[in-house]
């Protein structure tokens, strides 16, 4: 297993590992409540603009959810293709184009609304991804 398959398995794991702790914030324990119960209590008993058939609690739980799939997806589509058929995935401009720019994307997210530990390892896997890529194109 070369340094390029390798730096990818960890940008794949470092994003699918972030996604499978937010999943289990998202509906187990504390972590993703707000410390104001108040605020559970109105986003539950309000509805968004768009819709009357969903509660802002439910949306939250929703993003929160889906959000966390996205990244789940990301680490084991990329973190497969590395492994099983890296000449696709080397070979394929864009694949590395989707990959790039969804992790851009998360990097940008974590830097506007999130907090420091994502943000940090969203940055260690983008930084992986880079360098494998690079390695990639060189070898």
């Known amino acids: 297993m070369g340094a390029r398959t390798v730096l990818m398995l960890a940008s794949a794991a470092i994003i699918l590992v972030l996604g499978c702790v937010h999943l289990l914030y998202t509906f187990f324990g504390p972590k993703l409540l707000p410390r104001d119960p108040g605020v559970i209590a109105s986003m539950k008993a309000t ?3 768009i819709t009357k058939e969903t509660s802002v609690w439910n949306a939250w739980i929703g993003f929160n959810a889906s959000h966390s799939m996205a990244a789940i997806l990301f680490g084991l589509v990329f973190g497969y293709l590395a492994l099983v058929h890296p000449a696709l995935l080397f070979g394929s401009t864009y694949l590395q184009l ?4 969804m992790l851009l994307g998360f990097l940008v997210l974590g830097w506007l609304y999130w907090f420091s530990a994502p943000f940090v390892g969203i940055a260690v896997a983008l930084g992986c991804y880079v360098a494998s890529i690079v390695l990639g194109r060189l070898g």
């Open 47 to 49: 509805t968004l603009v």
């Open 98 to 101: 989707v990959g790039l720019c």
